[in-house]
């Protein structure tokens, strides 16, 4: 049914993962369009009152947006990409069924900020964090900049998006970023059993408390801008230096323009 996910319900939490193992589960347009079909489902399907996020292979959950599909965008179509992006990452955060990011692995760009827009995170021990659009010459266009400094504060958001270093699962859960790490076999057992705990309660409690949750100091505006300013990166030089570096395997020469 889907070309780039596997998705399975068992005991009625539904696993979605993110099958593009070569190319370390990037997230292209297919990846984007199916990923906002499943949330569909588990918002639709009642035989399904609970969602994990994760990706295939062991080695990624996701390393970001897929770089190959940035070359040659406008400003407008770069635009568009976060828009897009934000809206099912926003049907992602505001499911009012629990959705658990299964951390396995690299969450890095468009990754990290995936598991940031589901409601907590979970991870491997050997997972590796970050946002790295900077070395793009980007910024995240997936809410990076407003989830990230929610969940670890001002001062560690500003560090982290500024310096795209990667970071491990050690930091990330000293930072807020993920609530527990386990070990790679005991990943999808924990979540299922968090989960299961959580969808024995009453779901309109459950549903109620994502939603208060959600609404605490959330505005439009940070979001908006973030649609804004990731466009505008896309008519600069540097951004096209950035994108060709990565496929080309080099280090990029930024020039400021
Ligand atoms: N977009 C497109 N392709 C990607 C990708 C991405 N975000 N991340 C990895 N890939 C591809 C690589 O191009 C490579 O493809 P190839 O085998 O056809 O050359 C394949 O996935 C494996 O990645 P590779 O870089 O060879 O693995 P590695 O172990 O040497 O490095 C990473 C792993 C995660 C450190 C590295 O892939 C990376 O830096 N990825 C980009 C991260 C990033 O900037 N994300 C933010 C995007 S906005």
Do not use: W
């Not at 970001?64 to 407008?76: C, N, P, R, V, W």
């Amino acid at each position: 049914m889907y070309e780039t996910l596997l998705v399975t319900t068992e005991e009625s939490i539904c696993t979605i993962t993110i099958n593009r193992p070569d190319k370390l589960n990037a997230i292209n347009k297919t990846v984007m369009s199916e990923l906002g079909q499943a949330i569909d489902e588990v918002y639709n399907n009642p035989a399904i009152k609970a969602a994990i996020i994760t990706g295939s292979g062991g080695k990624a959950f996701v390393a970001g947006a897929d770089i190959s599909e940035f070359q040659g965008l406008t400003k407008e179509q770069g635009t568009a990409l976060a828009q897009k992006g934000h809206d099912i990452f926003f049907k992602i955060e505001r499911s009012p069924k629990p959705i658990v990011a299964a951390v396995n692995g690299f969450a890095l760009g468009g990754g990290c900020e995936l598991a940031l827009a589901c409601h907590f995170i979970i991870a491997t021990d050997n997972a590796k964090f970050g946002q790295p659009e900077v070395n793009l010459g980007l910024i995240p266009g997936y809410g990076g900049t407003q989830r990230l400094v929610q969940v670890a504060g001002k001062g560690r958001a500003m560090e982290l998006l500024m310096s795209g270093r990667l970071f491990s699962a050690k930091e990330a859960l000293s930072y807020g970023v993920a609530v527990e790490v386990v070990t790679p076999g005991e990943l999808l057992i924990r979540v299922k059993e968090v989960l299961q705990t959580i969808i024995d309660k009453a779901p309109i409690a459950i549903s109620n408390v994502i939603t208060c949750v959600n609404s605490f100091d959330h505005t439009q505006k940070g979001y908006d801008l973030e649609v804004k300013l990731f466009g505008d990166c896309f008519a600069t030089e540097d951004m096209k230096e950035g994108a060709a570096a990565f496929l080309e395997k080099r280090k990029p020469a930024f020039k400021g323009q």
